[in-house]
């Protein structure tokens, strides 16, 4: 094969089974494969791919190319028909993998959360302007004081049955909402996470919709101050930001009012478990295992494909030195490392399937799944973390100093996947709920 390492294709024709077979179980079979190459080969050749890599870039820079692919990418959504299931992220993954999106959270937690904690009127409404990107949204819950413990938010929405509308605050500095991806420049709107207060009562947190910035002038709403949090860890191109709210008044019906409602005159009622507030959550933890697999396995291939063409060590009598992969110190490295990313990855398969069955059941008005629902989706987000961060630290000092560089690939998939630690519900907290 042309292009190919002789080293890297000596190893390939040892193997005993036919790669495409394990290739059509991992991607469903024989016909979604040639789906997803077909829809893969779109992306790599389209030219707006192209362009200066992130890490050469300054900040600012690497926001506005990221706002650029976004809205190529949409228009490629379009023109090819690609729908929001798993078609798009098909073509993502080719187009710009490991870019953290700046409108991302618009479809991963804005929209679903609209769909399943939305009324019908209110899915019919603010849905529909969402599938149409005529708004674009984020989804605020983390607040500088408080992130996994939910229950002890500090910002307000308390009703006004005078006028028919909530009105919104940060009383403290720690109520600041703090870390929200898209926040800080590139969202309108945003599912706001607050406590909420009726006739004298506090009745936990509950979700609404707000209009963040003007859809003329982009700029902030009365009352509403919002930012860019700064530098992180990575993430370069998510404009992770921070708001605050002072007095925002909003419609009684931006309350997301599916299984809880405020009546006209402030009588509040619930229509379903406390915990269906955290359906969107629970979602994102239900596909973590599943992205920790793929980026596990996306490090082992440049490990092990490294370490079959990297030579090192005592030349044999023909003066040749050997493949550092035949070191049996450097498969018991990486071969357990392999064969734990298609552990995750079947396993992210039976958590994508269990939560669309559940949700279905949830949907319906049968809830008795939750618990088991809740309790799967932490442990395993925890666990498959955890896990993948350790590996791919592995993987990265088994190829030495060239692990090191950002030509690896390795700093992309590390700072991608190592926040999911924390996002979602940090991994002690959710092990210890598991216990529960």
């Not at 690609?82 to 959270?105: Q, R, T, V």
């Not at 005592?314 to 552990?343: F, H, I, R, W």
Request: hydrophobic residues 35%; contains cysteine; proline residues 4%.
């Amino acid at each position: 094969m042309s292009g190919v390492n002789p080293d890297l294709q000596k190893e390939r024709e040892k193997a005993t089974f036919q790669p495409l077979h394990l290739t059509n179980i991992l991607y469903g079979g024989a016909q979604l494969v040639r789906r997803r190459r077909a829809i893969e080969n779109l992306a790599l050749n389209d030219k707006e791919a192209e362009g200066t890599p992130t890490v050469f870039l300054s900040r600012t820079e690497a926001y506005s190319e990221a706002v650029r692919k976004a809205i190529h990418f949409l228009k490629k959504q379009k023109e090819h028909d690609l729908g929001d299931g798993p078609e798009i992220l098909y073509y993502k993954e080719m187009f710009a993998a490991h870019e953290n999106s700046p409108i991302g959270l618009h479809g991963v937690m804005f929209l679903p959360t609209i769909l399943g904690q939305g009324t019908t009127e209110q899915i019919e409404k603010w849905g529909t302007m969402a599938k149409n990107y005529e708004i674009l949204g984020t989804y605020a819950q983390t607040e500088m004081g408080h992130g996994t413990f939910l229950r002890q938010l500090e910002t307000t929405a308390t009703y006004d049955p005078s006028t028919e509308e909530f009105i919104l605050n940060s009383p403290t500095v720690t109520s600041t909402k703090w870390w929200p991806g898209n926040l800080g420049k590139t969202t309108n709107c945003a599912v706001v996470l607050a406590q909420l207060h009726a006739r004298g009562e506090c009745h936990g947190v509950h979700p609404f919709i707000l209009q963040t910035r003007s859809l003329e002038d982009h700029k902030s709403m009365p009352g509403v101050t919002l930012g860019d949090i700064g530098p992180k860890f990575g993430y370069a191109t998510n404009d992770n930001g921070f708001m605050r709210l002072n007095n925002v008044r909003i419609p009684r019906d931006q309350m997301l009012m599916r299984y809880a409602q405020v009546s006209k005159d402030g009588v509040y009622t619930r229509k379903g478990h406390s915990k269906l507030t955290y359906l969107t959550m629970v979602f994102v933890r239900a596909i973590i295992t599943f992205d920790c697999a793929r980026t596990l396995a996306e490090g082992c291939t440049i490990a092990i494909r490294y370490s079959a063409i990297r030579r090192q060590g005592e030349p044999d009598k023909c003066g040749v030195e050997p493949q550092v992969l035949d070191y049996q110190t450097q498969q018991y490295k990486l071969l357990p490392n392999l064969a734990t990313s298609m552990a995750l990855w079947f396993a992210g398969m039976f958590m994508r399937d269990t939560y669309l069955k559940i949700s279905s059941q949830i949907n319906e008005g049968n809830i008795d799944e939750l618990p088991q629902l809740h309790a799967l989706s932490a442990g395993l987000k925890a666990y498959s973390s955890w896990l993948t961060s350790s590996c791919l630290e592995e993987c990265r000092m088994a190829c030495g100093g060239h692990g090191y560089s950002h030509a690896s690939g390795f700093i992309k998939l590390y700072v991608d996947i190592t926040p999911a630690c924390t996002y979602e519900g940090e991994n002690t907290v959710m092990m210890l709920q598991v216990a529960r």
